[in-house]
């Protein structure tokens, strides 16, 4: 008689994580036992899958609330360690942007830029107790008389800070290469002219968005590592775009969907939340996120199971077409291949490496499953999925 | 054959002179510039790898002594600072000699110092300033 096939609940996989009798394994573990065993069984012996990612993420940032303050004083203009902070909230409400030179940037002025501190290592300095010298101006009123403010300030003694990126995770992104004749300096690194090296950014079979593809597990309220803390999936990112060509596994074959998210700021750990400065191009943050995939079907644990063979991405011209806005695909490059070290491309063996550390992205998918299997972390049911485009209209 | 890392330091009656010429040309030494900053007029310094054997590295030396130019060893020149480097790989397709490597198991990068010419490719361009340069 033919086994019922796997239906498990979030609830389900929970009462197993508070019995201490929840199996855990990271996405990277998982295609191997996909493979030998198949979907269905899988599904029956694996509750969750980890996944995990550290890399630069642009669009990340924190907000602040520095009051209260005496006297009272309604902030127009402020800066964090001389870097300019988002003013155009309440009183002392700041949103510190990743990407924000300091004020004496030199900036690209003298070609390619240094960028040494930014906005994305203000939030670093602050996670690492750091004291950061708060600059705020304001025209005064009659409710918030004071007009300056210059003070010292430790992330603990703020009253509120709260990590909330408006893009992380991409599902998929671009290899880029450089086909002038010229060394550029881009968000993608350091790429050589000629074509001198390939550089991706991604974890691969470790990437979250790559083990969920059709978004059938996250979305709003999904409860994840983040920044070495516990964070959300608050939403779909800017740029969420599921309406991608798909290889059969359901896996885009270039940037689809991505994740906003949100955590504490208080809670986190500076090594997983890094300034970043990349040369020519700016500053940025290093964000590390974990998102756990519940395996509720033998559908879910097919997709958790896909490994670097089966995930593609498309070789894009950073030197021209890229900064015309014209980006097209040169060709299509699996994971596997861009791993190796090297992708074979208009005749020549270009050397290939991820911007993304494969290293912490594997530390954070154990760490994961670690505090589930120590019954420290319970999964959440999105209270809306993330939006799944014309493949959630069939 | 031997090879020597070293930093020379040009005094200012020299910057002028085709010093580097003369190694090549009369000492029959391989000179490979590392990095070089010279202001006309006043004083230079080339990092430079010198490959020759004992006698022509002797003589070289003498010769560059005699013209005034400090001679000094390199040692300790790049520091790969390991609790701050994510292993991201940002520099290892711009070291030209492949000190800066990544273990393509791992995904550990880890820096050979014997392999290392000093040439601070990877030194601006590491995100996390998890390389520095040092010169002794």
């Given amino acids: 008689m033919a086994k019922k096939k796997v239906s498990k609940t979030i609830d389900d996989i929970n009462q197993r994580i508070r019995e201490g009798k929840v199996v855990v394994v990271t996405a990277d573990e998982m295609a191997g036992i996909v493979h030998a065993k198949g979907p269905e069984q899988a599904a029956r012996e694996i509750d969750v899958v980890t996944t995990g990612t550290f890399a630069p993420m642009c669009s990340s940032g924190a907000f602040i609330n520095f009051g209260p303050v005496q006297p009272a004083i309604k902030a127009s203009s402020v800066s964090l360690n001389g870097v300019p902070a988002y003013a155009g909230l309440a009183a002392v409400d700041i949103y510190i942007g990743a990407t924000e030179p300091a004020e004496d940037d030199p900036l690209n002025g003298v070609h390619p830029g240094q960028f040494k501190y930014g906005g994305g290592h203000v939030i670093h300095d602050l996670v690492a107790g750091k004291k950061v010298e708060l600059r705020a101006t304001a025209y005064g009123t009659d409710c918030y008389p004071n007009r300056s403010l210059k003070k010292r300030v430790a992330l603990q003694e703020l009253s509120s800070a709260t990590l909330l990126n408006p893009r992380n995770a991409y599902q998929n992104y671009n290899c880029a290469v450089n086909l002038t004749s010229k060394t550029i300096y881009t968000y993608m690194g350091v790429l050589k002219p000629n074509c001198g090296n390939a550089n991706y950014s991604t974890a691969g079979q470790l990437s979250p968005l790559l083990n969920d593809p059709l978004y059938m597990t996250l979305g709003l309220g999904s409860r994840i590592f983040l920044g070495g803390a516990v964070g959300y999936i608050i939403g779909p990112g800017t740029q969420h775009n599921p309406d991608v060509a798909r290889a059969d596994n359901g896996t885009p074959l270039s940037p689809a969907g991505t994740l906003m998210v949100m955590g504490n700021l208080k809670d986190m750990n500076p090594k997983w939340v890094a300034g970043v400065s990349m040369l020519g191009y700016g500053c940025s943050l290093a964000v590390g996120v974990g998102v756990p995939i519940p395996v509720l079907n033998a559908d879910i644990a097919r997709f958790t199971g896909v490994s670097d063979e089966e995930l593609f991405t498309q070789i894009i011209d950073y030197g021209s077409d890229y900064p015309k806005g014209e980006a097209v695909s040169l060709g299509t490059v699996s994971y596997a291949q861009l791993k190796s070290g090297t992708v074979p491309f208009n005749g020549q063996d270009v050397p290939s490496v991820p911007l993304s550390s494969y290293v912490r992205a594997l530390e954070i998918a154990d760490l994961l499953k670690e505090w589930i299997e120590k019954g420290q972390f319970l999964l959440t049911q999105p209270v809306e999925t993330l939006p799944a485009g014309k493949m959630g209209m069939a | ?136």
């Avoid at chain 2, 002028?16 to 230079?44: C, F, T, W």
């Avoid at chain 2, 003498?62 to 001679?71: H, M, P, T």
């Fill in chain 2, 1 to 136: 054959m031997n090879t020597k890392k070293v930093v020379l330091s040009f005094p200012p009656s020299t910057v002028e002179d085709p010093i580097i010429y003369h190694l090549i040309m009369d000492y029959g030494l391989m000179v490979n510039i590392l990095r070089a900053s010279i202001d006309a007029g006043k004083q230079g310094r080339v990092v430079a790898e010198l490959k020759g054997d004992d006698n022509q590295l002797k003589n070289g030396a003498n010769f560059l002594e005699s013209k005034g130019v400090e001679i000094e060893p390199l040692t300790e020149e790049i520091r790969h600072i390991e609790e701050k480097c994510t292993s991201c790989t940002s520099c290892v397709p711009l070291c030209p000699t492949g000190a800066l490597n990544v273990d393509r198991e791992t995904w550990v990068v880890s820096h050979d110092a014997d392999k290392c010419v000093v040439c601070l490719s990877c030194v601006d361009v590491c995100p996390y300033r998890a390389v520095t340069a040092h010169f002794q």
